[in-house]
């Protein structure tokens, strides 16, 4: 059965429970726009799929009516009578998932298909892209403003880290925007559904994201000062890699960060 507004009021209200903002619950109860995550998706009989936060099993029903495979994973042990009811094809794990959802997958190609909880969602993403090669696609909403964080260019004022992991490791793009009204309960800020098709990451990726690590955590101090503790000449290194060493971290690109890991190594 779809589940709308009044279809996921009943699934709770007849378990006893509400929605526990302590684990970013925030459920998505518009089936036009949970179709519209499929579509986007574009999952189907042979896939695998993985869902992080099942909720009430609104996206789980809507994704095994595709005929993918589904593994969802949810932290909340009460809501095990819910997804077991409504969505009895899928492979649940009640767990952390930001404990072991990297390790599990393993087997295949996976696609990431989720409403992620607000309070984990960006490191979900970021930690996915980076030690789980084997999900070659994720497909995830998650507040507007970690979507623009996600998605930003160099000089952009939301550019940062996340930005740079992204475009190493993957090509993104925002499909659509998700207004607060569509959820129980309505949070305080509106949403955005993501798109990362995974690439091919350049064997310097990793020393890439460390330097952007060093250098977004000083953010307002030029290059010079802010990568002088994992750089043995800054200047040097910065003005080899095609950089001055005057400019800030928001300034480089992925691929400056990529060039300044290959002088330094």
């Given at each position: ?200 990451p350049h064997p310097d990726a990793p020393d890439a994201v460390g330097l952007a690590r060093v250098a977004f955590g ?25 950089c001055r060493s005057t400019q800030r971290a928001e300034e480089l690109s992925p691929d400056d960060f990529l060039r ?6």
């Amino acid at each position: 059965m779809t589940q709308g507004r009044g279809r996921i009021r009943e699934l709770l209200e007849s378990h006893g429970l509400k929605p526990d903002q302590r684990l970013g619950q925030n459920f998505l109860a518009d089936p036009q726009l949970i179709d519209r995550i499929v579509r986007v998706a574009a999952v189907g009989v042979g896939d695998q799929v993985v869902e992080v936060g099942a909720g009430t099993g609104a996206l789980t029903e809507a994704l095994l009516a595709t005929g993918a495979r589904v593994v969802a994973y949810e932290i909340d042990e009460r809501l095990r009578p819910i997804l077991e009811d409504v969505a009895p094809g899928a492979e649940f794990r009640f767990e952390d998932a930001t404990e072991s959802l990297v390790d599990d997958l393993a087997g295949g190609s996976w696609v990431l298909v989720a409403n992620l909880p607000y309070n984990v969602g960006t490191g979900i993403v970021l930690d996915v892209l980076q030690r789980a090669p084997s999900v070659a696609r994720l497909v995830v909403m998650v507040q507007k403003e970690v979507a623009d964080r996600l998605t930003a260019s160099p000089g952009s004022r939301v550019y940062g880290l996340p930005s740079v992991i992204v475009s190493l490791y993957g090509s993104s793009h925002r499909a659509f925007t998700v207004p607060r009204d569509v959820f129980i309960p309505k949070p305080d800020v509106a949403s955005a559904v993501v798109v990362i098709e995974r690439t091919e990451p350049h064997p310097d990726a990793p020393d890439a994201v460390g330097l952007a690590r060093v250098a977004f955590g000083q953010r307002r101090k030029m290059l010079r000062r802010s990568l002088a503790g994992v750089l043995d000449n800054p200047v040097e290194v910065l003005e080899s890699a095609g950089c001055r060493s005057t400019q800030r971290a928001e300034e480089l690109s992925p691929d400056d960060f990529l060039r300044i890991a290959a002088v330094a190594s």
